[in-house]
Structures are given as structure tokens and as C-alpha cells.
């Protein structure tokens, strides 16, 4: 007798919205197969740096409640640091004030503005989860097998091979959804980072200038001080740039001057997954089955990933 086959989701994505979407989805009893073409480790969640903040995603009017929602999960993971990779860690915004955001600010607890003592110049204070990639997708993996999902290694190149074993199929794809779609909406952002050794910095900082691919940013991390950034958009390179690794260094130096001598540990390239608007919903496949997408979320993937799985997770169910 043939296995009924109504409660199957599969996921195809193994970054962190794939990932935690399909913990959403396991936990709530559905029997889950996450598809990913690369182990979470070579996603481009995990060359994130990763502080939550709602950075370079739209629609802000959405955004807003999935960044929220998703601060309440990690405020809690951050009670075991060490088993998820989280942490609240204090630091500064920069060039960035309250006037200047939208309603969602206000529902982030103690951000407040920057002292002079704490940043020259405008900026937010705020008490933040810092996400340490290289603890935290491999704990996003634990809890999905433990939840009873399966993660297979598989490349897929057309929607209708997941379709053909699951009535229901979430497509967490990211930049990958500009083929596989597809969508030539997505388009990558290009980012750019070094680490190196920590010389005792405990805060994070940002200063980002919209106007330029340049910004300045650092996160301290247990494996090191992660230095940032760029935002090239329509970039494709995954190789670093050693000159603009060097420029990177010096504007984080600019800031702090004790991190122009750190010894560099490593370079990183990630490709933004970047859309003019977070694509989440649900399509009704040629021939039947139902695909729900979940992509396009640009900078701010672990800031939206809890909020925006419970809600493509809602997408699964039918219509009432």
C-alpha cells in the first residue's frame, strides 16, 4: 500500500531560511526532506557576519514584523551561546538615528542614541543578537534531524523534480531562484570581508553610506574579529580582492586603530541574494502540487529567517 504522501514538504535551500524553515515545518509534524546543493557550510549564510538588523531588504512594511518576530527567537537562543552561536552583544550603528527607521524600531528594547563616548558622530546604540555562522547553521541542522526532518545533498534544476515527490515544495533558493525559477529579479550583492585576530575588541560597529559599495563594519566573533564590508551590486566573483581587502582593513582601522596590525586569519565572499522585494508565497505548479517561495531576502537573511518561515510554513496548508 502506498505511503500517503499529503503531510510531505520539501525544502530546496540549505541556508538559513531553508533551514529554519523546515525546522518550522518539522516541528509543526510535517514529514520534511530539505534538498540543498551544498552543506549549510558553504551556503552564503555562512559567510555572514551576522548581527540582526533589517539591512539592505524589502519591503519595510513586512520586514519589519519578520525582524521582530525572528529578535524574540534568537533573544532566546542567546541563553545557550555556546550550543546555538548566539549572543546579545552590545555596539553602535552609525550614521543611522531613530528618525530614520521604520515602526519596527521601536519594538527593539534599549535602542537608544549613541554617546560621544560611545561613537563620533550620529548613531544607535542597541543590545543585539551577533550570530557566529560557523556554531550556528550546524545547530540548525541538529535541530531539524532531531525534529525527524532528513537533509539530502542534491542539485536541482527544475521545480518540477522536488514536485514529482512531494505535493508540497518550499523553494528557499536565494540567488539560486534567478535560474531555477526563474526569476531574473534576484540578482547577487556582492560582499566582501576579512578576519582577523581579535586584538581585544568586545563591541560590534557598523557605518554604512548607501551611496557608495563601500561601508565600514566589524564583529567580534569567537573564531575572530570579522571585518567588513562591500555591497557590489550585479557582482559575481567569489574570489577576494586583495585590494579591497586592504582598504577594508584600513577603515576598520580608521576606527580602531588596534586592528591595523592584527594578524588576517582568512577572506570571505558571499553573494547577497538581493531582490526588490522579499518574494514570499505560494503558486500552484502546471499539472498540480503547490510551490511555495521564500527567497530574495538580500542582507538580512538570519534577520528575517524565524518570521518569514512561520509564514511561508502557513503558506503550505491550504487555503481555507
Known sequence: MDRDRSGDVIVVGGGVIGLTTAIVLAESGRRVRLWTRDPAERTTSAVAGAVWWPYRIEPE???????????????????????????????????????????????????????????TGTGLWARLPLIDMSTHLPWLRGRLLRSGGQVEQRTVTDLKEPAAEAPVVVN???????????????RPVRGQLVVVENPGITTWLTSVDHSTEASTYFFPQP????????????AWSLTPDPRTAEEIVARCAAVRPEIAGARILGHRVGLRPARDAV?????????????????????AGVTVAWGCAREAAGLTRPAA
Do not use: Q
Open 61 to 119: 512594511f513586512l520586514v519589519g514584523a519578520w525582524a521582530l518576530e525572528s529578535l524574540v527567537v534568537y533573544e532566546e537562543l542567546a541563553e545557550r551561546p555556546e550550543e546555538t552561536g548566539v549572543r546579545m552583544v552590545e555596539g553602535v550603528h552609525g550614521e543611522t538615528d531613530l528618525d530614520g527607521l521604520g515602526p519596527w524600531a521601536a519594538g527593539v528594547k534599549g535602542l537608544r542614541a549613541a554617546t560621544d563616548a560611545e561613537y
Open 279 to 299: 518574494r514570499l508565497e505560494r503558486e500552484s505548479l502546471p499539472g498540480g502540487g503547490t510551490v511555495v517561495h521564500n527567497y530574495g531576502h538580500g542582507g
Open 172 to 186: 528557499c533558493t536565494g540567488l539560486g531562484a534567478r535560474e531555477l525559477v526563474p526569476d531574473p529579479l534576484v
Open 223 to 234: 573564531g575572530g574579529l570579522i571585518l567588513g564590508g562591500t555591497a557590489e551590486d550585479d
